[in-house]
C-alpha cells in the first residue's frame, strides 16, 4: 500500500536528483565556451532517468488510488 512516506520520500529522490541536474549545468555553463555532443547526450539521458523515475513513482501512486476507489465501490 502507498504511504505519505513513501510519496515524501520518492518527492525527494526526485527533487535531489533535478537539484543534482541543476548543480552540474551551472558549474559547466561558467566553465567551457560550448559543450561537446558526449555532454547534450549525457544531459538528456539523465533527463530521462528523472522523468522515468519520476512516471514510475506517479503511477503507481494513481494506481493504488484507483484500486482504493474500486475497493470502496
Known amino acids: 500500500?502507498?504511504?505519505i512516506r513513501d510519496r515524501v520520500g520518492w518527492r525527494r529522490k526526485?527533487?535531489?536528483?533535478?537539484q543534482f541536474v541543476w548543480n552540474y549545468l551551472?558549474?559547466?555553463v561558467g566553465?567551457?565556451?560550448?559543450?561537446?555532443m558526449v555532454e547534450?547526450?549525457?544531459m538528456?539521458?539523465?533527463?530521462?532517468?528523472?522523468?522515468?523515475?519520476?512516471a514510475l513513482a506517479l503511477g503507481n501512486g494513481v494506481d493504488a488510488l484507483?484500486?482504493?476507489v474500486t475497493l470502496s465501490l
Open 1 to 3: 500500500m502507498d504511504t
Open 14 to 18: 526526485v527533487s535531489n536528483m533535478l
Open 26 to 28: 551551472e558549474t559547466r
Open 31 to 36: 566553465e567551457e565556451d560550448g559543450a561537446t
Open 40 to 42: 547534450y547526450g549525457l
Open 44 to 54: 538528456v539521458a539523465l533527463i530521462a532517468v528523472v522523468v522515468a523515475a519520476g
Open 66 to 68: 484507483f484500486d482504493r
